[in-house]
């Protein structure tokens, strides 16, 4: 074998591995992707359940404020009466 018919053979084999490696990162970007969005599935529904949960303890916390400070009016309206 003469040096261009091994420096094509290199170049043939380079490309076999390149386009290996180039397959090899498309699967491993894909994988990946299919994780993120997994995960980015899976946050989003935590903090939808925390938005409820949150806004059901500060619209319960405002209902006690509403009541607590009617009773106080009325004690106060009946103080001053």
Do not use: P
Not at 18 to 41: H, S, W, Y
Not at 55 to 74: P, W
């Amino acid at each position: 074998m003469d040096g261009k018919e091994m420096e094509k053979e290199i170049k043939r084999y380079l490309g076999i591995l390149a386009e290996d490696f180039q397959n090899r990162l498309g699967l491993a970007i894909d994988g990946l992707t299919g994780k993120i969005e997994a995960v980015e599935k899976r946050l989003t529904g935590k903090i939808e359940v925390t938005d409820k949960k949150l806004s059901s303890k500060i619209d319960s916390l405002r209902d006690e404020l509403i009541a607590h400070r009617d009773n106080t009016e009325v004690h106060a309206q009946r103080a001053k009466g």
